[in-house]
């Protein structure tokens, strides 16, 4: 099994940053890739970024693509996600979860295992 808890989110004015972080243990942190989705109030669940494995794939949703950075560290067990230029429709529960494939797949299907979520809010 897998553990994941997050941790760093809140309120935020647009255009600022936050850092998410994605506390794993349990099964071997090198066994899985990571992916970071977010579901505002009334809306779907939605792919946001992704890492594989080993770290050397990223993937980003087009919306997020070139403000949002995702990096894992091997030392901590920690996945983070860096969010810069934030807008008010990043509003959302950021959710991180474990996908055993080890790739790192956009569809929420893929993920086996979830973390609670955390609140960023980003006032306008």
Not at 28 to 53: L, N
Not at 85 to 108: H, I, M, N, Q
């Amino acid at each position: 099994q897998v553990q994941l808890v997050e941790s760093g989110g809140g309120l935020v004015q647009a255009g600022g940053s936050l850092r998410l972080s994605c506390a794993a243990s349990g099964r071997a942190f090198v066994s899985y890739a990571v992916g970071w989705f977010r579901q505002a109030p009334g809306k779907e669940r939605e792919f946001v970024a992704s890492i594989s494995w080993s770290g050397g794939n990223t993937y980003y949703a087009e919306s997020v693509q070139g403000r949002f950075t995702i990096s894992r560290d091997f030392a901590k067990n920690t996945i983070y996600l860096q969010m810069n230029s934030l807008k008010p429709e990043d509003t959302a529960v950021y959710y991180c979860a474990a996908d055993l494939t080890g790739y790192g797949r956009t569809s929420y299907r893929s993920y086996t295992y979830w973390g609670q979520g955390t609140q960023v809010t980003v006032s306008s």
